[in-house]
């Protein structure tokens, strides 16, 4: 009998560098700042008024605001913790969290982690992946719940133009355990914390597509292999048929063709899965589906 060789592949050692992360911690006030004018606005703050109210009353701006973005920065939060942790736990080198600001209505373009090293196999990546909009998505439930609950039921103008945010079945689901059926021609006035936890929804459905880099590009990678790039064509296909009722869909489109939508292999692809961490990629599988807001935003009137 020959002898055999037998290679022990070890995940790299996470660097503990004494560097104080600047640029992250600065990038996370930044968006708290950018964040709490969003709520502003949304609590009907007119921060672009005259006198601006940023100068001229900055303690009713940040208390008018601060509740949306203790809210959304929570979710956001949790979501990149989740993979920070999940990935420490398997001795993945990743970046703190980068927090994006942005002059929108939400006052963020989320944020995100960098892998430094590679994923062994796919239980590695499965489990980073999965914690992520798993962890965020507990935290939008709890805040969803809360803001339905000191949100009003409003009739609908007939005569004005009115922003309408989108249903999914999980924000349906609340809406009527919370509040029960909202008589027709009414409607649900979301306060700016409600608001925070729809935005928690949009994030998780937006990260969980099969595409990709993306939280749902890796799941799908980790669950059925080379497959995924199937998945992901089929996803785009479906984004640009979605892109007729609502033109943001083009945009992720765009994006997801920039990002690659077909994920590159780990080290070690041939280790199975195992029962378990099957059913934690079909639970994020079902959480996308709850998720799912065809048509996120939309004008009447």
Same mark, same amino acid.
Request: proline residues 7%.
């Given at each position: 009998?020959?002898?055999?060789?037998?290679?022990?592949?070890?995940?790299?050692?996470?660097?503990?560098?004494?560097?104080?992360?600047?640029?992250?911690?600065?990038?996370?006030?930044?968006?708290?700042?950018?964040?709490?004018?969003?709520?502003?606005?949304?609590?009907?703050?007119?921060?672009?008024?005259?006198?601006?109210?940023?100068?001229?009353?900055p303690?009713?701006?940040?208390?008018?605001?601060?509740?949306?973005?203790?809210?959304?920065?929570?979710?956001?939060?949790?979501?990149e913790?989740g993979?920070?942790?999940?990935?420490?736990?398997?001795?993945?080198?990743?970046?703190?969290p980068?927090?994006?600001?942005?002059?929108?209505?939400?006052?963020?373009?989320?944020?995100f982690?960098?892998s430094k090293?590679?994923?062994?196999?796919?239980?590695?990546?499965?489990?980073?992946a999965?914690?992520?909009?798993?962890?965020?998505?507990v935290?939008?439930?709890?805040?969803?719940?809360?803001?339905?609950?000191?949100? %009003?039921? $409003?009739?609908?103008?007939a005569?004005?133009?009115?922003?309408?945010?989108?249903?999914?079945?999980?924000?349906?689901?609340i809406?009527?355990?919370?509040?029960?059926?909202i008589?027709?021609?009414y409607?649900?006035?979301?306060?700016?914390?409600?608001?925070?936890?729809?935005?928690?929804?949009?994030?998780? $459905?937006?990260n969980?597509?099969?595409?990709?880099q993306l939280?749902?590009?890796?799941?799908?990678?980790?669950?059925?292999?080379?497959?995924?790039?199937?998945?992901?064509?089929?996803?785009?296909?479906?984004?640009?048929?979605?892109?007729?009722w609502?033109?943001?869909?083009?945009?992720?489109?765009?994006?997801?063709?920039?990002? %690659?939508?077909?994920?590159?292999?780990?080290?070690?692809?041939?280790?199975?899965?195992?029962?378990?961490?099957?059913?934690?990629?079909?639970?994020?599988?079902?959480?996308?589906?709850l998720c799912?807001?065809?048509?996120?935003m939309?004008?009447?009137?």
């Amino acid at each position: 009998m020959e002898p055999a060789l037998v290679v022990r592949l070890r995940s790299p050692e996470v660097t503990r560098g004494n560097r104080f992360p600047w640029l992250n911690v600065l990038l996370f006030l930044a968006t708290c700042i950018s964040t709490i004018l969003a709520g502003a606005f949304w609590e009907g703050v007119s921060i672009f008024g005259h006198p601006n109210p940023i100068f001229h009353d900055p303690l009713a701006v940040f208390t008018a605001g601060l509740p949306f973005s203790l809210s959304l920065m929570a979710i956001l939060l949790f979501h990149e913790f989740g993979h920070y942790v999940a990935a420490r736990i398997h001795r993945v080198e990743v970046t703190f969290p980068y927090f994006v600001p942005a002059p929108n209505i939400i006052g963020t373009f989320g944020a995100f982690i960098k892998s430094k090293s590679a994923f062994m196999d796919r239980r590695q990546l499965l489990d980073v992946a999965a914690a992520g909009p798993l962890a965020g998505l507990v935290v939008a439930i709890i805040v969803l719940i809360v803001g339905i609950s000191q949100s %009003r039921i $409003m009739p609908i103008p007939a005569d004005s133009a009115v922003m309408l945010f989108g249903n999914s079945l999980l924000h349906t689901m609340i809406t009527i355990l919370v509040r029960g059926s909202i008589p027709e021609g009414y409607g649900l006035m979301l306060n700016s914390v409600a608001f925070a936890g729809w935005v928690g929804l949009l994030v998780t $459905m937006f990260n969980l597509l099969p595409i990709g880099q993306l939280d749902g590009g890796h799941i799908m990678y980790a669950l059925f292999g080379k497959a995924q790039k199937n998945l992901a064509y089929l996803a785009m296909l479906g984004l640009l048929v979605l892109s007729y009722w609502w033109s943001g869909w083009a945009l992720w489109l765009f994006l997801t063709i920039l990002m %690659r939508p077909v994920h590159p292999p780990t080290l070690l692809d041939e280790i199975p899965l195992g029962g378990g961490r099957r059913w934690l990629g079909y639970s994020s599988i079902a959480a996308f589906i709850l998720c799912f807001m065809p048509v996120p935003m939309s004008y009447v009137g």
